[in-house]
């Protein structure tokens, strides 16, 4: 089983659309979780950490669930802008690094 | 201001040259890293340093090696041996130090091709 894992998309929604990405992760010893943003030939950009008690930040809410092992991220109200790869992103102690990346969810919103 | 440079953004090398790929940061992390990414894939780790003068291999490092004599700095050099170069090249830090739960930061990337 990979370590982190998302649906690669892509994801076609239009304006306005409520769209929800979810990641699953191996390690259940992992600490931290995080949401990236990365743009076409973009660096990645971090969008939000995830709590255990999730958390929001205007239109984006993450959501923890540790007895299952995901986590998950919402976006309301998309946006044109919102297109962009979604990385999930996963601290497991002890692995290679610490910070394990998923391949990203891509997501496009059309008008 | 601070934050992570990484040159050149565009780096062109012929068959059989070694490269080398900056990555600097004022920071002021201990912890520094290099990942690839290919078209459409996720980030690979190629090596990664914990602390000065010490540097652990990631998941890809062959054809790659590093270097980490100050802390501001942890340039990869491409070798010849590294078959399949042509990537987008990523350095990343991380500050350990405040807390375990912490991002990382990311460079603007270096888009290597072998012509």
């Known amino acids: 089983r990979k370590e982190v894992e998302q649906d690669p998309g892509p994801f076609n929604v239009p304006e306005g659309a409520t769209v929800a990405f979810n990641c699953t992760y191996s390690?259940?010893?992992?600490?931290?979780f995080f949401w990236y943003r990365q743009d076409c030939r973009k660096e990645p950009k971090l969008l939000m950490s995830v709590y255990s008690s999730g958390n929001e930040d205007g239109r984006f809410t993450a959501q923890l669930n540790r007895a299952s092992q995901y986590i998950s991220l919402l976006i309301r109200d998309s946006k044109l802008s919102d297109s962009a790869t979604y990385l999930c992103?996963?601290?497991?102690?002890?692995?290679?690094?610490?910070?394990?990346f998923g391949k990203g969810t891509k997501l496009s919103v059309k008008p | 201001d601070g934050g992570i440079t990484q040159s050149p953004k565009y780096l062109f090398r012929k068959e059989g040259q070694n490269v080398t790929l900056s990555c600097e940061q004022n920071l002021n992390h201990d912890a520094m890293y290099w990942y690839r990414q290919d078209p459409g894939q996720g980030l690979r780790l190629i090596y990664y340093?914990?602390?000065?003068?010490?540097?652990q291999k990631g998941d890809i490092a062959e054809g790659y090696s590093v270097s980490r004599e100050k802390k501001e700095s942890f340039p990869l050099t491409v070798t010849s041996a590294q078959k399949n170069p042509t990537a987008f090249y990523l350095c990343?830090?991380?500050?350990?130090?405040?807390?375990?739960?912490?991002?990382?930061?990311f460079g603007q990337g270096t888009r290597l091709t072998v012509v």
């Open positions: 992103v996963v601290n497991s102690e002890g692995s290679q690094g610490n910070l394990i």
């Open positions: 990343a830090t991380i500050d350990w130090a405040n807390t375990r739960e912490t991002e990382a930061f």
């Open positions: 340093s914990q602390i000065v003068n010490d540097f």
């Open positions: 390690n259940s010893a992992s600490q931290s």
